[in-house]
Nanobody, 119 residues
């Protein structure tokens, strides 16, 4: 089992910045990638950014150059630095941890944190 606790959401003006944090606990040795997803009202959940155990990252085209995903040295906490926020970035942001252990793969999710961007 992996538990994920997110923090850092809130209200920000367009052009502003926020940093989201996601702390993982439990069977963190099984985690091979962590990422941030978001879902706005009436829209499908989409991948925002992802970082693998080896440190490789990928981003949604809409956030490239504005958002940065990183993690602490222990690999227990993942951050999403969001700069130059736009109203269309407003959504519930959820942290994801993808684990694999042998042939078993599983996704874990945090509770979600609201990001609101005022124009």
């Amino acid at each position: 089992q992996v538990q994920l606790v997110e923090s850092g959401g809130g209200l920000v003006q367009a052009g502003g910045s926020l940093r989201l944090s996601c702390a993982a606990s439990g069977s963190i040795f099984k985690i091979n990638a962590m990422g941030w997803y978001r879902q706005a009202p009436g829209k499908q959940r989409e991948l925002v950014a992802r970082i693998t155990k080896s440190g490789s990252t990928n981003y949604a085209d809409s956030v490239k150059g504005r958002f940065t995903i990183s993690r602490d040295n222990a690999g227990n906490t993942v951050y999403l630095q969001m700069n130059s926020l736009k109203p269309e970035d407003a959504a519930v942001y959820s942290c994801n941890a993808h684990t694999s252990w042998g042939s078993l793969e599983r996704d874990y999710w945090g509770q979600g944190t609201q990001v609101t961007v005022s124009s």
